[in-house]
């Protein structure tokens, strides 16, 4: 373990982007603390890391229960004795044109992707600030900045993230640091959610040139490691294939 090792919490660290993370992190010294709902593969994703070397542990996790999250943080608490750096990263796409009218899935998206983001923050945010500094990390999308469609509702759910994230920035500066990383179209789980046919069709093509999952870690590893004076604030990640 370096000097520089930090305490990170991850969400949504079952596959993709957070398990590539915390493989990413644990390789770099950092202790991790995962959170999923799938338990069986943070079991071998914790197997995997602490075989190589790593240090972690997990928890089951549902990001739209606030009192689960705040368990959450209190079992990273415990185990690491810090929370410096939390990840935001749990989140769902099942993309749909508004007239298909899937309403249950909208109110999903917003669950997870945005009150999920939320319950993070505030489960943290005191742990942070009792500690006199830490570093949220929230992932968005290329979707916090542009609308497609298909994807109102999930490009919606970005927005807020991206919003939220530069509130936060703004009322935490001195002591917290947030950075927002925004992947462009990147391996991961996301489209097998997709129930609308024309939309999961539509998603086979913009797929084929996905980034892999380790290149949003890079990002995540990249943001962290900055001097403590140094806050990154956004970072776009595309593949330079991907013209959106």
Excluded at 42 to 69: H, N, P, Q, S, W
């Amino acid at each position: 373990m370096t000097d520089t090792a930090k305490a990170v919490a991850i969400t949504g660290a079952s596959s993709g982007i957070g398990e590539a993370t915390a493989r990413r992190l644990a390789a770099d010294g950092h202790r991790v603390f995962l959170g999923a709902r799938r338990t069986d593969r943070l079991e071998r994703l914790v197997e995997e890391i602490t075989g190589a070397g790593g240090t972690t542990a997990f928890k089951k996790l549902d990001v739209t229960d606030a009192a689960d999250m705040r368990a959450f943080v209190d079992a990273a608490l415990g185990t690491h004795g810090r929370v410096d750096v939390f990840v935001n990263n749990a989140g769902l796409m099942p993309l749909s044109p508004l007239s298909a009218l899937k309403t249950e899935e909208w109110d999903r998206m917003i669950d997870v992707n945005v009150r999920g983001v939320l319950h993070g923050i505030a489960a943290a945010l005191p742990v942070m600030r009792a500690q006199g500094g830490g570093h949220f990390v929230n992932i968005a999308s290329v979707g916090a900045y542009e609308v497609s469609p298909t994807a109102a509702v999930y490009c919606a759910t970005k927005f807020a993230v991206r919003a939220i994230s530069e509130g936060l920035r703004q009322e935490s500066a001195g002591d917290i640091r947030v950075t927002l990383v925004s992947p462009g179209v990147t391996e991961s789980e996301l489209a097998d959610h997709i129930s609308d046919t024309e939309a999961r069709e539509a998603m086979k093509a913009y797929r084929a040139v996905a980034l892999p999952a380790s290149a949003i870690a890079e990002a995540i590893a990249y943001a962290i490691s900055q001097p403590s004076q140094v806050d990154v604030n956004e970072i776009i990640v595309r593949p330079s294939a991907s013209a959106q």
